[in-house]
């Protein structure tokens, strides 16, 4: 035996009796130490496009969700083993042809899949999915394999309607170095919000769900989370859509003790870059680009985003400010099917994104938790960002938004976890788009039922 086959037979040994020893300790058994819960979510949505004259001005629709969830134990031994399920369920209660926001040519309804009869789309009555995860765990490293909901600075799941998205894929997770997390995984496809069909990963542009629509099978990601002290901690991702994007983040998170209460900062970079046939195939190419030219078109990603958001909280105040700069020759680039998405930017709020190519937006946000006056779990808020220097064909254009939430959540006796949020946003643009003035409402019923 050389002396490479002997030394990582001695480390495979040392690593498996600790191993031996860390599962022996914490699990409890593949039934013994399983959860399971029951999430009820009725939903309602108002979303009103005042001005741009599009296609269908109006989207009301009115749903009610089921989130089924089992997470079992691992099984006791130097490799345990699991299982995780999840089934999901809506059921539509509101959303006639004229006020889905459905037409022939579209993707989906706000929030329920549409089905097309002579040229006339509505809403389906129903529709669900089940999503199955195996897992296994060594030590403090564990592997997930089937239905993930990443949530990281590169990836992140969208839960903002009736029924939750879902990737399929696989993702290992360790935590063998004090303080020290790393992540890593690739995912294949992804499960709409509003959908029951696994389908390919894209972006804004390429998204289009007719034949011209481009999709790819791999989204590789991969970051580390170390915690410098207690109160600072650093992040790197990677995440790259085959022949769409690269992406490199940068990240800090400080919490310091000033006063009373505490700031929080948080520092984020960016840089996006294009990959394989985005950089010289048409078909690939990312909408919001604008290289210098006075016709805007379709092209490659080019993009670097940086942000700041700090937060100052008090005797139950959140007082918020922050600032964001894009600088490239493209929009930020995600991933995004077409059928509602999340950026894990400061800036991704109810209705818009605020991160076109060239865009300077600063916020303000304010937040109080009346629990300081005795009526634990009764939360409000309100944001406002502005954004401007866009770049456009017709010269730069701005936008705002500003978002007001109201929630409670019955914090014990026999409703315990029954929640009750209204959401209202409003946002207004320059720029020559199908929609420059829109309004929403959700409100939103939600109850969640521990079974195990």
């Not at 590789?220 to 410098?228: E, L, P």
């Not at 490659?300 to 700069?325: E, I, P, R």
């Not at 406002?384 to 109201?406: F, P």
Request: net charge neutral; aromatic share 12%.
């Amino acid at each position: 035996m050389n002396k490479c086959t002997l030394a990582l037979a001695v480390a495979v040994g040392v690593l498996s009796q600790q191993a031996y020893a860390d599962g022996q300790a914490d699990a409890k058994g593949f039934i013994e130490g399983a959860s399971s819960t029951l999430g009820i979510r009725n939903y309602y949505i108002n979303n009103d496009n005042r001005s741009g004259k599009p296609a269908q001005s109006l989207s009301t629709e009115w749903g009610q969700g089921f989130d089924l969830r089992f997470n079992s134990g691992y099984t006791q031994g130097t490799v345990g083993f699991g299982l995780d399920a999840i089934g999901l369920l809506g059921i539509k209660l509101d959303s006639g042809r004229g006020s889905n926001g459905a037409s022939t040519t579209s993707y989906g309804s706000n929030m329920f899949p549409t089905e097309s009869t002579n040229g006339n789309s509505k809403a389906v009555n129903d529709f669900a999915s089940l999503g199955l995860t195996g897992k296994v765990r060594v030590s403090q490293t564990e592997l997930k394999i089937g239905t993930l909901m990443p949530n990281n600075p590169v990836i992140k799941t969208n839960d903002s309607r009736l029924v939750t998205q879902t990737f399929t894929g696989g993702q290992i997770t360790s935590n063998e170095i004090k303080d020290l997390t790393l992540t890593g995984g690739q995912i294949e496809s992804v499960k709409g919000r509003n959908s029951t069909n696994d389908e390919g990963l894209s972006i804004a542009g390429a998204n289009n769900p007719t034949s011209t629509g481009r999709r790819s099978n791999k989204f590789y990601y991969g970051g580390a989370d170390y915690k410098i002290t207690k109160d600072l901690v650093a992040s790197y991702y990677y995440g790259e859509l085959k022949d769409f994007y690269s992406q490199n983040f940068l990240g800090l998170v400080h919490n310091w003790a000033i006063g009373p209460g505490v700031l929080n900062s948080d520092l984020r970079y960016y840089r996006s870059r294009d990959n394989g046939a985005n950089g010289s195939n048409s078909a690939y190419f990312t909408s919001g680009y604008y290289p210098n030219t006075a016709t805007p078109a379709k092209g490659k990603v080019d993009n670097d985003l940086y942000s700041y958001l700090a937060l100052y909280s008090v005797a139950g105040h959140t007082f918020g400010a922050g600032y964001q700069y894009t600088k490239g020759d493209s929009d930020f680039p995600w991933l995004n099917q077409g059928d509602g998405s999340s950026a894990s930017i400061t800036t991704d709020m109810q209705i818009q994104k605020f991160a076109r190519a060239g865009e300077r937006t600063w916020q303000a946000r304010y937040a109080y938790d009346f629990a300081k006056l005795g009526v634990p779990g009764l939360t409000a808020g309100v944001v406002y960002l502005h954004g401007d220097n866009i770049q456009t064909g017709a010269g730069d254009k701005s936008e705002w938004e500003r978002d007001i939430s109201v929630g409670y959540v019955i914090p014990q006796g026999t409703f315990k976890n029954l929640g009750f949020a209204w959401k209202n946003a409003m946002w207004r643009t320059s720029a020559a788009v199908a929609s420059s003035y829109q309004d929403e409402n959700r409100l939103i019923v939600s109850y969640s039922i521990p079974l195990l």
